[in-house]
């Protein structure tokens, strides 16, 4: 399946861990720190908190960048789902386009809200959004690589709201 022609082609990243990492910062800063995208005429801001041992890069840089490891309870740097960083706030910015799908679900869950899906159906890629009253929060973005995942956005989808 190709990629939709807004999108560039994925990251490249070879090499040293450190020096990818360094080199998406770079992307993320540019792209949410420095030049602040929006969604639905609202700021979109990720999380700004710098964790002890975060190497000074905001909490939201590595969930970005890093997936779950149920082996130590921690986050593991992820080339695949780094890969896509740069997709991020074009698809934020593009949501008019044919081949995303925005949409809004009630969570259900208080602490959680009401959060803005920006979903890349056809290639399997999300952006989750909390909505706030004067801005945007971004919560996560990630490719759907299992079967599950995907069955669940769509229920997701099936149940947004109208």
């Given at each position: 399946?190709?990629?939709?022609?807004?999108?560039?082609?994925?990251?490249?990243?070879?090499?040293?861990?450190?020096?990818?990492?360094?080199?998406?910062?770079?992307?993320?800063?540019?792209?949410?720190?420095?030049?602040?995208?929006?969604?639905?005429?609202?700021?979109?801001?990720?999380?700004?908190?710098?964790?002890?041992n975060s190497?000074?890069?905001?909490?939201?840089?590595?969930?970005?960048?890093?997936?779950?490891?149920?082996?130590?309870?921690?986050?593991?740097?992820?080339?695949?789902?780094?890969?896509?960083?740069?997709?991020?706030?074009?698809?934020?910015?593009?949501?008019?386009?044919?081949?995303?799908?925005?949409?809004?679900?009630?969570?259900?869950?208080?602490?959680?809200?009401?959060?803005?899906?920006?979903?890349?159906?056809?290639?399997?890629?999300?952006?989750?959004?909390?909505?706030?009253r004067r801005?945007?929060?971004?919560?996560?973005?990630?490719?759907?690589?299992?079967?599950?995942?995907?069955?669940?956005?769509?229920?997701?989808?099936?149940?947004?709201?109208?």
């Amino acid at each position: 399946m190709s990629i939709p022609d807004f999108l560039p082609d994925l990251l490249t990243l070879d090499g040293d861990n450190d020096e990818q990492i360094e080199y998406l910062y770079s992307i993320f800063r540019k792209d949410f720190i420095e030049n602040v995208p929006e969604y639905n005429n609202l700021p979109v801001y990720p999380d700004t908190k710098i964790l002890p041992n975060s190497n000074g890069k905001e909490e939201g840089f590595w969930h970005l960048i890093t997936k779950e490891n149920n082996i130590n309870s921690g986050r593991c740097f992820n080339r695949h789902r780094a890969r896509h960083l740069h997709w991020i706030k074009l698809l934020i910015e593009n949501t008019d386009k044919d081949e995303v799908y925005p949409f809004v679900y009630d969570t259900g869950n208080k602490r959680k809200g009401i959060r803005s899906y920006i979903w890349l159906k056809d290639y399997g890629y999300l952006c989750v959004l909390k909505k706030c009253r004067r801005s945007n929060i971004f919560i996560t973005a990630y490719p759907i690589e299992y079967e599950n995942y995907r069955r669940n956005v769509q229920k997701i989808y099936d149940n947004r709201l109208q």
